[in-house]
């Protein structure tokens, strides 16, 4: 997510570190390469050209040049500066009446009839009953794909027959209203481009179905075209909110940080995998924090507790005060993890880990698991239990019994010493009262 602008923002922000005093031009020759890296990763000029103006304005200031450490005060400017950029803060979805509806839209092949699910799922899990619609009846076997998502994420899907998309969406409305049940989920149809048709057809539904909300979801590799096409469909249909998709792919990081800027509204939800769970609520301030190579901890732990049962929890809190966490704990949390989404992402939202993720091969995914499972399995009980017994010759042994490098060996012990080394300080902290509140490690909040 964001790999190169973070790499870069990060760089500007460490030269920064260190220094007792900071000149002006120290601070705009920073200013200077934020705005290259900002333009490089495909954010609209203009926001690119506000953006850089506020925090030149704020980190200029008398009160940061002289203070004892303005290399932090540059970092939490920019920080906070990132965050108003990306929204300030989460935005919740307005679902007030009975039946709420959900008007989802967009381009075609940006995700929306998967995202449609993910957002039925995750209605579900907060107890609503939610009821998807499928209106695209021009695209071949676009009802089919939405039955097929709406099976896996266990959420009914309402069909009819009939080439009148404004018709479907109106009797969804119905049936929901007639069963007490909500909110509708209209997964509407799309095109390659936006043009005048796909607009009027989506006018007619909003004016039909009056939704709570207009979802436009869009594709978070595509950059600046996003931010057009969200800026088109504003103007058209009038949107509430946007869902970006394939957050947690390569993208520069153009759309995010310009689509709140350029068109005024909220990113709601982001979307960060292929599974079903994978749809994160869009918190600025936490985004703004993986960028800067921050961690995530809030995030982390939200996923971490729903993936954890109570007496799981409770015993791995209970390893980890006694300081007793060994490899067998690392691999057993680590494939935990695993069912949790991308682990990349997940080392990112943890400070201080963010960094291992450049020493892995790309992204970590099933089969990288499965070495490191190897790796642990080749180990024998002792080893797992005292790592620090593992020298050169017990390394080399335990390469060859897995079919992996000794490299491979080296790096996933250097990984548990670091994960070893941050669960640590977080007990330490916590037993002298320097733990920020919410952060405790009790019922694993960490």
């Given at each position: 997510m964001f790999e190169s602008l973070s790499g870069k923002l990060q760089n500007v922000l460490r030269g920064l570190r260190?220094?007792?005093?900071?000149?002006?031009?120290?601070?705009?020759?920073?200013?200077?390469?934020?705005?290259?890296?900002?333009?490089?990763?495909?954010?609209?000029?203009r926001v690119v050209?506000?953006?850089?103006?506020?925090?030149?304005?704020?980190?200029?200031?008398?009160?940061?040049?002289?203070?004892?450490?303005?290399?932090?005060?540059?970092?939490?400017?920019?920080?906070?500066?990132?965050?108003?950029?990306?929204?300030?803060?989460?935005?919740?979805?307005?679902?007030?009446?009975?039946?709420?509806?959900?008007?989802?839209v967009g381009l075609q092949g940006g995700g929306k009839t998967t995202t449609a699910g993910k957002l039925a799922r995750r209605l579900t899990a907060e107890g609503r009953g939610p009821l998807l619609a499928a209106t695209d009846l021009r695209r071949p076997a676009a009802v089919e794909q939405l039955r097929i998502v709406g099976e896996q994420a266990g959420v009914e899907v309402f069909q009819a027959a009939g080439t009148d998309p404004v018709g479907v969406a109106k009797?969804?409305?119905?049936?929901?209203?007639?069963?007490?049940?909500?909110?509708?989920?209209?997964?509407?149809?799309?095109?390659?481009?936006?043009?005048?048709?796909?607009?009027?057809?989506?006018?007619?539904?909003?004016?039909?179905?009056?939704?709570?909300?207009?979802?436009?979801?869009?594709?978070a590799m595509t950059g600046q075209d996003a931010v057009n096409v969200a800026?088109?469909?504003?103007?058209?249909?009038?949107?509430?909110?946007?869902?970006?998709?394939?957050?947690?792919?390569?993208?520069?990081?153009?759309?995010?940080?310009?689509?709140?800027e350029v068109t005024g509204r909220p990113i709601k939800f982001a979307g960060v995998g292929e599974k079903l769970e994978a749809l994160e609520v869009f918190h600025p301030d936490r985004m703004a924090s993986r960028i800067l190579g921050m961690g995530d901890v809030q995030t982390f732990v939200e996923q971490a507790e729903a993936a954890l049962e109570d007496q799981e929890a409770a015993?791995?809190?209970?390893?980890?005060?006694?300081?007793?966490?060994?490899?067998?704990?690392?691999?057993r949390e680590l494939q935990r993890l695993g069912k949790m989404g991308s682990l990349d992402q997940l080392l990112s939202m943890i400070p201080g880990l963010g960094s291992l993720r450049q020493q892995l091969p790309g992204q970590i995914d099933a089969k990288h698991l499965g070495h490191m499972t190897a790796i642990v399995q080749s180990m024998t009980p002792e080893e797992r239990e005292n790592p620090d017994m593992i020298g050169?010759?017990?390394?080399?042994?335990?390469?060859?019994g897995s079919g992996r490098s000794r490299q491979e060996v080296n790096l996933l012990l250097k990984q548990f010493r670091q994960m070893r080394s941050m669960l640590g300080q977080f007990v330490e902290a916590e037993q002298t009262g320097r733990l920020p509140k919410g952060m405790e490690i009790t019922g694993f909040r960490m």
């Open positions: 260190g220094k007792g005093r900071l000149s002006e031009e120290e601070v705009a020759a920073a200013c200077r390469e934020i705005r290259l890296a900002l333009l490089e990763a495909d954010v609209n000029f050209r506000d953006f850089v103006r506020r925090v030149q304005e704020k980190a200029a200031g008398q009160e940061v040049i002289r203070s004892l450490a303005p290399g932090q005060q540059v970092a939490k400017v920019v920080h906070e500066e990132l965050t108003q950029l990306l929204g300030a803060e989460a935005s919740v979805l307005s679902l007030s009446r009975e039946p709420s509806v959900i008007l989802m009797a969804a409305v119905e049936k929901a209203r007639n069963e007490e049940r909500g909110p509708v989920i209209v997964d509407t149809a799309g095109r390659t481009h936006v043009d005048e048709e796909l607009m009027s057809e989506l006018a007619a539904m909003r004016e039909a179905v009056s939704p709570d909300e207009v979802l436009l979801v869009l594709d800026a088109e469909f504003d103007r058209a249909v009038g949107i509430t909110g946007v869902v970006l998709t394939k957050l947690d792919g390569d993208a520069r990081g153009g759309a995010a940080l310009s689509v709140r015993e791995l809190e209970r390893r980890i005060r006694e300081q007793r966490f060994d490899l067998n704990d690392f691999m050169g010759s017990r390394r080399k042994r335990i390469a060859r």
